[in-house]
């Protein structure tokens, strides 16, 4: 077991899988506190969707490993073992096709075919795959009181074309009325205005952070604010709630600010 940072844990597990023939053959498990999800290591392969030849072994074996998690051990060796033999007889797919040591290249369905077919069957040199039969796993969820959550703000999205930060955001400090204020606008993640750096190159896509003047806005306060942007001319494009839990901040400030 080798415990790493998720970003080199994802690139040793690519290496292994490599280093064992392929990295379609590894499959993977994430394992929470409440639930657990299982996958094969790779990505997607959109060059070779729909083509039959990718390699369906990563995704069997991480339902191997499924199998394991809950407590069904004797289905998971079976189905271990039928792949194993697959294997050893030589029926590989494209990705660990060898002509030394390969029999037979097949396609995605013929190798889970091959694979049904030695259900039953154990490898004869590689070694037979054992898992014992456990109850399924149970765990307790950790519980915590709710926290309280206030909505402080509003982050409006904005379509804004040929339009500079310090017009807009003029515009838009005169429409957030008595229970708002404009704090601040941003583009591609960058605060531009007020007080934005003028070589900032600007999209049309503007984020509009509006705050409560008095600590805490409902939702009727929002609506009023949403419609007097739209009356003006400035329809959103969506909107994002502003929240803090027991008084901190659950959402980040524009990047600048």
């Not at 280093?19 to 392969?45: D, K, Q």
């Not at 072994?57 to 271990?80: E, F, R």
């Not at 704090?183 to 509009?208: H, I, W």
């Amino acid at each position: 077991m080798i415990l790493l940072p998720n970003l080199y844990g994802d690139i040793v597990s690519d290496v292994a899988a490599e280093i064992a023939g392929s990295v379609g053959l590894a499959g993977s498990a994430n394992i929470g506190m409440s639930c657990a999800m299982f996958e094969a290591i790779h990505g997607s392969a959109p060059d070779i969707a729909g083509k039959g030849i990718a390699n369906p072994s990563g995704l069997l074996l991480a339902a191997v490993q499924m199998l394991v998690h809950i407590g069904q051990g004797d289905v998971a060796t079976t189905i271990h073992n039928a792949w194993l033999r697959t294997i050893e007889d030589g029926v590989h797919t494209a990705d660990i096709f060898d002509a030394k040591v390969s029999i037979r290249k097949v396609g995605t369905a013929e190798f889970a075919d091959a694979v049904t077919e030695r259900l039953g069957q154990s490898p004869k040199v590689l070694k037979p795959a054992v898992y014992a039969d456990s109850p399924s796993i149970k765990v307790n969820v950790p519980t915590r009181a709710r926290q309280k959550k206030e909505q402080v703000g509003i982050d409006v999205f904005l379509d804004e074309p040929n339009v500079t930060p310090e017009q807009l955001g003029k515009s838009l400090e005169k429409l957030a009325g008595p229970d708002f204020r404009l704090d601040m606008l941003s583009n591609r993640g960058q605060k531009v205005y007020p007080g934005g750096a003028p070589e900032t190159l600007c999209v049309d896509a503007f984020r509009c952070r509006f705050l409560s003047t008095s600590g805490i806005v409902g939702t009727d306060q929002v609506i009023a604010l949403v419609a007097r942007l739209a009356k003006a001319g400035h329809p959103f494009v969506k909107s994002e709630g502003l929240f803090t839990f027991d008084g901190q901040d659950g959402f980040t400030k524009g990047q600048g600010q």
